[in-house]
């Protein structure tokens, strides 16, 4: 890993993406790669994630989160650059 500059991303994530485990999924995968944010669920019945860490892993949940976990269907994709938080972790809101 390079010492590239962190990135953030916010996210909205539309289709069948909330009863599914979307956001268990998504901080165990965000932990796994080493991206700190969190994910929660909005009213509309979309889900909103903010992303945050180097480049490279940020793109890689960001490529995970376009399928999602098994058992949830992804038709839509917002993704906006932020700026970072400097979150300590990734978490559930």
């Given amino acids: 890993m390079t ?41 509309d019945g979309s889900v909103e994630a903010h992303l945050e860490g180097h480049p490279d892993r940020v793109e890689e949940l960001l490529a995970w989160l376009d399928d999602g976990p098994s058992g949830a269907r992804v038709d839509a994709v917002d993704v906006r650059t932020v700026a970072p938080e400097a979150l300590p972790a990734f978490e559930i809101r």
């Fill in 3 to 43: 010492g590239a500059p962190e990135i953030a991303r916010h996210v909205v994530l539309e289709g069948r993406v909330q009863g599914v485990g979307f956001r268990w999924h998504t901080r165990a995968e965000a932990r796994a790669i080493g991206v700190r944010g969190w994910v929660r669920n909005c009213d």
